[in-house]
């Protein structure tokens, strides 16, 4: 079955401390990983995808990166408008649909 | 470039009442989708639209739930009747084609008392 896991379930970050999300997947035959951030209220917004382990894409102070088993979202020097929801999918397997994660809710406190 | 629109943004009823949401994709996009938003959830594929052919619609709750996507632009999502359990956000996207970038609106947020 596909399946996304996300961790931590939250985290909370001084402004300018530098940490990681994690994004486990099962999922046969991979098509792409993406995510997404959420803000209170909002609906998801696009920020990566990735297509293939050993693949890497930078936004900002975002960094994405993937292997076979999982992805990182790796935030550098993250500020307080950084603080947001940040989902993890996959698209693949036998449904071809997208299959988020739970997220993990980010806050920077200044 | 206009995103995808949703109305109405927030909707509350009464169960058994009926609710419909509207969707507007971004132009050009052939692919639509709905999903269901539960609180401290990752949003879960209701329906799948290519064009104005529903390709993917097994997580649709048929007995209450319906939609269309008339000549392969707008779409609605309809409930009837409501239950307190149907309380979401309903979110729409829309993306080139399925295997694409789904971009994401608003979403719609239910409350059924």
């Known amino acids: 079955e596909d399946q996304v896991t996300q961790s931590p379930e939250a985290l909370r970050l001084q402004e300018g401390e530098s940490s990681s999300l994690n994004c486990s997947y099962t999922?046969?035959?991979?098509?792409?990983l993406f995510w997404y951030r959420q803000d209170p209220g909002k609906g998801p917004e696009f920020l990566f995808t990735?297509?293939?382990a050993g693949e890497e894409k930078e936004k900002e102070r975002l960094k994405a990166t993937l292997t076979k088993k999982e992805s990182f979202l790796h935030i550098t020097a993250p500020k307080p408008e950084d603080s947001a929801t940040y989902l993890c999918a996959v698209l693949g397997g036998a449904t071809n649909k997208l299959i988020f994660g739970t997220g993990t809710l980010l806050a920077v406190q200044p | 470039e206009a995103g995808v629109v949703q109305s109405p943004r927030y909707k509350i009823i009464e169960k058994k009442q009926p609710v419909a949401f509207w969707c507007n994709p971004i132009?050009?996009?052939?692919?639509l989708y709905w999903y269901l938003q539960n609180l401290g959830q990752g949003p879960e594929l209701l329906i799948r639209y290519e064009n104005e052919e529903a390709v993917d619609d097994s997580q649709l709750p048929k007995d209450r739930f319906s939609a269309e996507r008339l000549k392969g632009v707008d779409s609605t999502l309809k409930i009837q009747p409501a239950e307190l359990g149907d309380s979401a956000v309903y979110l729409c996207?829309?993306?080139?084609?399925?295997?694409?970038?789904?971009?994401f609106g608003p979403g719609t947020r239910l409350l059924v008392l």
């Open positions: 990735l297509y293939s």
């Open positions: 999922v046969s035959g991979l098509r792409g």
């Open positions: 132009s050009g996009h052939n692919t």
């Open positions: 996207a829309s993306s080139l084609g399925n295997q694409e970038t789904q971009y």
